[in-house]
């Protein structure tokens, strides 16, 4: 498994890009948010190849799910979130103002990662583990044979993911 990070929009959110050798691929938590941003993106696939299948998100927050609509319409693919954050994807619009983002359009959620314990794509199985407290939904995505972990907005250097915005609750992320 091959995994690449690239940091969009003015949060400096990262999106994770992974793959295998069959070079199908997921975009966790994709955070483009400009034409340029979306160009990035676009042309960090075409130059390795990759055949994006899935959009991927560890949790609903604006800045997560920012490029997620390029995703869909661009290639085509499913979008999977916990249905528990989708009252997010009505708020984002008017939350993301805060930050001077304007967000034309939110997907909607494909796959809801409550209903699953597992997202495939090419040979690559992630595994679907429930980290709530950031948001109620949030979730980390967990890869056995690398032993690699996408945390969302659940862990960070030193810390842990905020808990003051609607929907956080501290006891829960300190579980």
Same mark, same amino acid.
């Given at each position: ?125 992630? #595994? ?28 960070? #250097?030193?810390?842990?993911? #905020? ?13």
């Amino acid at each position: 498994m091959k995994i690449a990070c690239l940091t969009f929009n003015p949060i400096q959110e990262n999106t994770y890009v992974v793959w295998d050798d069959t070079k199908e691929c997921a975009v966790i938590d994709a955070g483009n948010s400009t034409p340029k941003e979306d160009a990035a993106l676009d042309g960090f696939l075409a130059e390795h190849g990759l055949k994006p299948v899935l959009a991927v998100n560890t949790h609903g927050h604006f800045d997560h799910v920012l490029g997620v609509e390029h995703l869909r319409k661009t290639y085509g693919i499913p979008f999977a979130l916990s249905g528990k954050d989708a009252f997010m994807l009505d708020t984002d619009a008017v939350g993301s103002t805060v930050y001077g983002v304007k967000i034309n359009a939110m997907p909607t959620i494909d796959i809801d990662l409550d209903k699953v314990e597992e997202v495939k794509f090419g040979h690559t199985v992630l #595994r679907v583990i429930r980290t709530p407290g950031h948001t109620p939904g949030h979730v980390s995505l967990y890869e056995p044979e690398s032993k690699s972990l996408f945390t969302g907005d659940t862990l960070f #250097r030193e810390s842990i993911g #905020r808990t003051d915005l609607p929907g956080g609750d501290y006891s829960w992320i300190m579980r």
